[in-house]
């Protein structure tokens, strides 16, 4: 079946330190790929998404390209600010059934 | 817009008893809700998917007669563990999708309940 692997965490960094949280995955087809992102007592909010290969998703910062050839979805940011710290998850979407297959998430502290 | 509610956010039980979690979309209409689990360190695994008006889906391996769930109006979806033991302890999430909306991205998240079961 479908599956997401992502880094594991904490990722912890500096103010101004460049991000990378890694994510690839597995699936049959051509699934859409997301980003969700959960503060402390939130639920977890669209951060970004891209729903065919060589897409890019972006917002607030944040970057991700859909690379069917290596089958992944990384997460980079130029430059974090304390207030990105929170969980971060990456998902697909099967095209058939509409479902959300989730990674296992990565904490992210930024320091100041 | 589009926030999702989840009540309670924490709950402590008694083995044996059962748990309801509410789950409200509070300023828009949800056709479709979905419910996950949670446990530490691991990644949200979808429990059921429900409609409106009809019988929940459940993934294979979660057992219906145990996680009841009921999705009544356009707003509300319960999940009711029934006869919890610890092994139901658990984070549970809740999701709604939009009317209309025709894919993951149209979907919102509860902040999710805390079960823990004694």
């Known amino acids: 079946g479908d599956s997401v692997t992502q880094m594991e965490g904490p990722v912890t960094l500096s103010e101004e330190a460049f991000l990378t949280i890694n994510c690839t995955y597995t699936a049959t087809g051509y699934p859409s790929l997301f980003w969700y992102v959960q503060y402390p007592g939130e639920g977890l909010q669209l951060l970004l998404k891209a729903t065919k290969a060589d897409d ?8 991700a390209t859909y690379r069917k050839e290596t ?5 980079e940011k130029g430059s974090v600010q304390v207030s990105d710290s929170a969980v971060y998850f990456c998902a697909l979407e099967d095209t058939g059934r509409r479902a959300l297959t989730f990674g296992s ?3 992210l502290q930024v320091q100041p | 817009g589009a926030v999702v509610s989840q009540h309670p956010s924490w709950v402590i039980c ?5 748990v309801k979690i509410e789950c409200r979309s509070l ?13 530490p360190k691991q990644s949200l695994m979808l429990m059921a998917t429900s409609n409106e008006g009809s019988k929940a889906t459940y993934e294979q391996g979660v057992e219906k007669d145990k996680f009841l769930i009921n999705h009544a109006s356009l707003t509300l979806s319960t999940l009711t563990v029934t006869s919890a033991h610890p092994e139901d302890s658990s984070f549970y999430i809740c999701s709604a999708r939009v009317v209309g909306g025709r894919s993951s991205y149209e979907q919102y998240f509860g902040p999710g309940t805390r079960l823990t079961v004694t």
Do not use: C, V
């Not at chain 1, 890019?56 to 970057?63: L, W």
């Not at chain 1, 089958?71 to 997460?75: C, D, G, R, V, Y």
């Not at chain 2, 300023?27 to 446990?39: I, L, S």
């Open chain 1, 105 to 107: 998430g990565t904490r």
């Open chain 1, 56 to 63: 890019k998703g972006s917002n607030k910062g944040f970057e």
């Open chain 2, 14 to 18: 008694k083995s044996g008893t059962s």
């Open chain 1, 71 to 75: 089958t992944s979805f990384h997460l």
């Open chain 2, 27 to 39: 300023d828009f209409q949800a056709t479709t809700m979905f419910w996950y689990r949670q446990f």
